[in-house]
């Protein structure tokens, strides 16, 4: 039998994917068959022309069971899609929250649910709480109810669960753990856990919190899925990071420290976008000869206003040396923010919620859109403690010069940049800081 030259065996390997954008615009990637999930990121990232900061995600949709995930950075994409149908689908999707535990681990992870924390009282601090998770030898618990949906109905039964290294199990004596009360839901190693996109009607479940385990192998059955809901979206972000963390172990902490994950320098083609970390932004005096730290939080936010009051006399000053009024319809500072990524126009409320959990719901994820009540004022939408709230922003006149502020005119801006260039520096009336912009990037 004739060999294969080492061209023609690369050759082979290669298969064809399409990713779709959130806009339903697809790419068409010729991948390896070694090529991980990460990689595929990358190369989308160079295509698009868009910021490679880290947070991109290759998303498995199947919209025929209403059930997407991410994949993990080391996944290999081709394996993957040789378990997905022909109707399911890649997205290319924002996801802050993919490592975010890593960073805040306690938020992720109530003292109620898991095990040792409740024998320690509370006190096993950040890095052990993971430690734990991440060390095979040990054996971590993740416990309390779930709903689980009942094969081939649609009723739900609230059941006492236990996620560990050998799977899911439920207890058949109220929140008995003994051995002989513990019948196993669901393995680890051969399934993966979904997000539920479809709304809690067409499964009649009992909250908003829909989560499914699905074995690997099952490509369309519904009798195969475990259905579950949790009781508010805290538990259920702590069932699923535990799942994925009891399942990967340390290769998640590897992709999170990976040197390829480190951030590079910009190319000429991608968009400036203002990163900021909360952590390392302080409130400044430059008023003397020397710079120095405002430690007091009263004096702290006057500077604030201060400052947002010297923004938008820096503006006046600029249209009273002939910039065009913001009052005259073809005013660049009137349009100049629908070139951001984080405005998204005319959506509703409803598509702005969407948003912002499919990219991960961390504190200070944010967009700006069009006011549905208002036509001439606009909306934040912002998230904090997994929780989106809402601020509208009124325009205001002075002195002739259309202005906008989102806390009944104590600081203004001529433009809605300056704004939210503002708010990621000061939190002002905010609960946190514009960290995170909710972006869509068009394939």
Known sequence: MPSCSPDCCLFQAVEIIKVYSEDGAGKVVEVPADMR?????????????????????????????????????HELVVQVQASMTSDSKFLFRKNYAKYEFFRNPLNFFPEQMVAWCQVSNGSIPQSQLL??????????EVQGFLYLKESGRKSWKRLSMFLRRSGLYYSTKGSSKEPRHLQLLSDLEDSSVFTVTTGRKLHNAPTDY???????????????LRMLCAEDEQSRTCWMTAFRL????????????????????????????????????????FSGRTGRVIENPLEAQSAAVEEGQTWRKRGHRMNALGSPSLL????????????????????????????????????????????????????LTLCHHQKIRHFQILPCQEEGQMLFSLDDGSTKFTDLIHLVEFYQLNRGVLPCKLKHPCTAVAL
Request: positive net charge; glycine residues 4%; hydrophobic residues 30%.
């Open 37 to 73: 999930a990460r990689d595929v990121c990358q190369l989308l990232v160079y295509k698009s022309h868009c910021l490679d900061d880290n947070s991109w995600s290759l998303v498995e949709h199947h919209p025929l069971l209403g059930l997407e995930r991410c994949l993990e950075d």
């Open 131 to 140: 430690q734990n998770f991440l060390n095979s030898s040990s054996c971590p």
């Open 210 to 224: 829909q989560f499914c385990i699905k074995p690997s192998k099952v490509r369309s059955e519904c009798k195969e």
């Open 246 to 285: 009891l399942k990967y172990g340390i290769l998640l902490y590897q992709n999170y420290k990976s040197p390829q994950q480190r951030k590079s320098p910009v190319s000429h083609f991608s968009t400036p976008v203002r990163s900021v970390s909360e952590n390392s932004l302080v409130a400044m005096d």
């Open 328 to 379: 005259h319809p073809s005013s660049l500072s009137s349009v100049i923010h629908r070139t951001q990524l984080w405005f998204h126009g005319r959506i509703i409320r409803e598509e702005s919620h969407k948003m912002i959990m499919q990219q991960g719901q961390v504190d200070g994820l944010f967009l700006l859109r069009d006011s549905q009540s208002n036509p001439k004022a606009f909306v």
